[in-house]
């Protein structure tokens, strides 16, 4: 078989997704499955021939009208699919390969979504499977593959469990169709786990949604198939979504477990990827789900200091500094040696009482953004009564405005966001307000957009609350060389130098999932507005300032001078890019679209 897996000299028949995905596990034994090798096998099979047909074309859904129209195309489609399967229901080679041909020619499977029981298929169960059996072992497209895992779904047998995993592992649409699929076995969460094992990180919440909403029993049961180390993975994945699991309530095992890891952190583990877990570990102990495990008095403290310990060994600094020399720029290796700088200086000092405030980084590849953590007499307050989203980022909580400050008319301030919207899922708030007679700041907690409302009323000293604020504001230690360029940019370009341009500065930022780039948004000649007809364009700036373990502020300055003078010496819209708005306008202006 080559390794593309299209096609073989000996064989010269397309090869089955099925063995490709194989040989791709089969090079890779452990852990999650190289992105781009699973990127390129996605692709490879979207279109192993010409597309013949499209049942559901591609249309605006914007009006009333329009919907309806395109509702009556689906319908139209997918009845036209049914017909296509009904057709292979004698099980001969040729109507299967019939089958498969037609989905192999197909262009739009991905529009093709449905509920195998409401597709009318009037199929006996078995005969259902066979067929969606067929197109799983033998499909060489992504037509196949998605109609094949989407038929499965309601027939499903526990003997089926290890094909589905095994397609499960092109992730996107795929992953989403076998977590679907596993879910109607009597145990799925042991497939679940696998699933995500070899997901890369910001491929696997779905097994970690489909794990954290699991029964108690179910959980208990997995866990005792587990090691140490995948024990502590499964806790850390259910960390990056939101909401605590009614499992982790009373979980004496699953805090034994933890307890165990940090007293002896070689079951994690060896090198860098046991050091990516203790450092994942002790943010989860401090600030996330794991915070609320049945720890006995004093012991989650002593966990974060045992992991400390072990992420400051010396071990671990030369483990580091060896993967940093085979890989300079990479930014997991530099987020962790930075976190092994920070553990050698013990950077969470404990949980005291009242308002503590504690800014964290997650892995680059997690693809999740800094947060603010607001422990309350040491527990995490987001993740208690916020299960739709998460703390919000300190650029916005901190320093926005008059962040936390607070002032004896009240203020509101969001907190957390959610994981979609907040027109949709709503949003946390604090209103803030300091009582100077009784020397208190209260915090009044509501969640927008719920049904059940959440009102909650926090009370601190004022003397200790204001100097939390006053610390924590200051406190820039946490930025990356890029993400630092940002924010003192921020303050050279707004407002008046862009205004001298006609333009309106947007966003600027450096993200965690791309750390090494300075991303600077603005508009001409307004931000755009659904309440006004008059043209624009949004224009993005971006440039490179590499990333490092520690800011050299020097080397910073002198990147940010170079910047502004650029935007000060000349018009930003000849040297930006433009990204979206008038393309009348930009035609006008001479610029590129």
């Keep these: 078989m080559t390794r593309s897996g299209e096609r073989n000299a000996l064989e010269p028949d397309p090869v089955p997704v099925l063995h490709r995905v194989r040989e791709l596990c089969g090079r890779f034994p452990e852990g999650p499955l190289p992105p781009a090798e699973v990127k390129a096998l996605r692709e490879s099979i979207d279109t192993p021939g010409p597309v013949e047909r499209t049942l559901l074309p591609d249309r605006r859904t914007r009006t009333r009208e329009e919907f309806g129209a395109y509702k009556r195309e689906r319908d139209a489609a997918l009845a036209e699919l049914a017909e296509w399967v009904r057709s292979a229901v004698s099980g001969s080679t040729a109507d299967l390969e019939r089958l498969g041909d037609r989905l192999r020619r197909l262009g739009d499977h991905r529009r093709l979504r449905f509920d195998p029981e ?12 066979a067929i969606a059996l067929h197109l799983l072992h033998t499909g060489v497209s992504s037509g196949e593959i998605f109609v094949g895992l989407q038929l499965i779904e309601t027939v ?13 592992h092109l992730g996107r649409n795929y992953g989403y169709l076998a977590s679907k699929a596993v879910r109607r076995l009597e145990f799925p969460a042991p497939h679940q786990f696998a699933l995500a094992m070899r997901a890369p990180r910001t491929d696997r919440q779905q097994f970690a949604a489909a794990l954290a909403g699991s029964p108690r029993a179910d959980i208990d049961a997995l866990m005792t198939t587990l090691s140490v180390a995948d024990t502590i993975a499964l806790l850390t994945m259910i960390g990056d979504i939101q909401g605590t699991p009614k499992w982790i309530e009373g979980n004496d095992a699953l805090a034994a477990t933890v307890v165990a890891a940090a007293e002896s952190p070689s079951l994690l583990g060896e090198g860098v990827p046991a050091l990516m877990s203790i450092a994942c570990l002790i943010d989860e102990v401090a600030y996330g789900t794991a915070a609320f495990l049945p720890y006995s008095p004093g012991r989650r403290e002593q966990v974060i200091a045992g992991l400390e310990s072990a992420l400051a060994a010396p071990a671990a600094w030369a483990s580091v500094t060896a993967a940093l020399e085979r890989h300079p720029r990479d ?9 092994v700088l920070e553990a050698r200086r013990g950077a969470i000092a404990g949980f005291p009482e009242g308002l503590a405030i504690r800014v964290a980084v997650p892995p680059p590849g ?13 527990m995490p307050l987001v993740p208690r009564v916020f299960s739709l989203g998460v703390a919000a980022m300190p650029d916005r909580v901190l320093q926005c405005e008059s962040g936390l400050v607070a002032t004896v008319e009240p203020r509101d301030v969001k907190i957390a966001d959610p994981d979609c919207v907040e027109e949709c899922c709503g949003a946390l708030y604090a209103e803030i307000r300091r009582d ?3 020397g208190r700041v209260e915090w009044e907690l509501r969640r927008t957009r719920s049904a059940h409302e959440h009102r909650e009323r926090l009370v601190f000293d004022a003397a200790a609350y204001d100097a939390e604020i006053a610390r924590v504001s200051s ?5 990356w060389p890029a993400r630092r360029a940002a924010r003192l940019l921020r303050e050279r370009l707004a407002p008046d130098l862009m205004a001298r341009w006609d333009c309106r500065l947007g966003l600027v930022n450096s993200w965690n999932s791309d ?18 007809d008059r043209p624009w364009l949004q224009f993005v700036y971006r ?5 490092a373990a520690a800011v050299d502020d020097r080397a910073v300055g002198i990147a940010v001078e170079r910047i502004a003078s650029q935007f000060r010496e000349g018009d930003p819209k000849r040297f930006a890019k433009v990204v979206s708005g008038s393309k009348e306008l930009a035609a006008s202006l001479g610029i590129p679209w």
């Design 118 to 129: 409401m597709l009318g298929l009037g199929l006996q169960p078995e005969q259902t499977r």
């Design 156 to 168: 499903v047998q526990p003997a089926d469990a290890s094909l589905i995993r095994t397609l499960g």
């Design 331 to 339: 930014s997991e290796l530099i987020w962790l040696q930075r976190r």
């Design 366 to 378: 997690s693809r999740q953004e800094v947060r603010t953590h607001l422990l309350i007499d040491g």
């Design 436 to 438: 100077e007679a009784g």
């Design 475 to 479: 406190d820039f230690t946490w930025e």
């Design 515 to 532: 750390r090494s780039i300075l991303e600077l948004s603005f508009s001409y000649p307004d931000a755009p507005s659904s309440a006004s």
């Design 543 to 547: 440039t490179e300032i590499p990333d």
